[in-house]
């Protein structure tokens, strides 16, 4: 056998290999590896390039070398999850470098990180000013996490005593001009609804990159043609409207008639149409 061959052949084995051992390995971005698994993607890297290219008679070593080194990342793996020592020994305990707008100086100087590096990670965190952080950990990835004080953390609707309907997540039911079945199905909707919501807006199936419904029912199109503008769904504030009306409608009612029964009954369903609307608001507002 010829030796491109070969290298072509073992290349195609190895490449099978990698993609078992990288589905029996943890998945982790680059910057999540620990040391000794940056190091352990190196030496696979390495010893992968042996087995394809060397024509020595003992190549085939090359794969003792890959299973042990693939054993004892994956029992080092284990390791990790049955015991919190192993995990602080191998991967490293998480550092506390700034508390109550104080930083640490001999937490950073274990880190071995200047002041410099810390403001760098400050600002992608988009904090400038270290006395406005309440807590800053670096964690054993080399990531740092920061909470900001009260005073200094975004508002919230929660910090206004205001509830907010819960999000569920969007469905794509049109995707590059064609139609998603499933997507559609798993909302309860069919081709039917899709192409009425579609004509109100005056758009072509065709012209639709990007097509997604959410928890409400509400479509919203991306077009080919990006100088299109398409108006947004107002199906939520057309119905708030709606009902805000009954109310004021109710009151009036009971405002301009005479009847005592009727000015009653009047009242009670503008107070009752004023607690629905409280309650629905949070899912109606967004």
Not at 11 to 37: G, P, W
Not at 79 to 107: C, F, H, M, P
Not at 174 to 198: F, I, S
């Amino acid at each position: 056998m010829s030796d491109w061959l070969l290298v072509a052949l073992r290349t195609l084995l190895v490449i099978a290999i990698l993609f078992v051992i990288t589905k029996l390995l943890r998945k982790r971005q680059v910057s999540q590896l620990s040391f000794f698994e940056y190091i352990t993607g190196i030496v696979i890297g390495f010893l992968a390039v042996y087995i394809s290219l060397d024509m020595a008679a003992s190549w085939y070593l090359g794969f003792v070398s890959l299973s042990v080194w693939v054993v004892v990342s994956i029992g080092i793996d284990f390791l990790q999850l049955k015991s919190k020592k192993a995990r602080d020994i191998i991967d490293s305990k998480a550092r506390v470098l700034i508390k109550d707008g104080k930083i640490l100086e001999d937490n950073l100087k274990k880190e071995r990180l200047t002041t410099d590096d810390l403001m760098e990670q400050l600002r992608k965190k988009n904090v400038f000013q270290a006395a406005n952080v309440e807590f800053a950990v670096m964690e054993p990835s080399g990531d740092i996490d920061v909470l900001l004080t009260k005073e200094n953390q975004p508002l919230t609707p929660k910090h206004l005593g205001i509830k907010v309907g819960p999000e569920q997540e969007p469905q794509v039911v049109v995707m590059d001009g064609k139609v998603m079945d499933e997507p559609l199905a798993t909302m309860g909707l069919n081709r039917q609804w899709l192409d009425t919501e579609l004509e109100i807006i005056g758009v072509a199936i065709e012209n639709v990159f990007l097509g997604q419904v959410d928890a409400y029912g509400q479509l919203y199109v991306d077009l080919f043609d990006d100088q299109i503008k398409v108006p947004q769904p107002q199906k939520k504030a057309t119905l708030m409207a709606t009902l805000k009306k009954c109310e004021a409608d109710l009151e009036m009612f009971a405002l301009s008639t005479n009847a005592p029964n009727a000015k009653k009954m009047y009242e009670e369903c503008a107070k009752e149409l004023e607690r629905v609307i409280k309650e629905i608001k949070p899912l109606l507002m967004r």
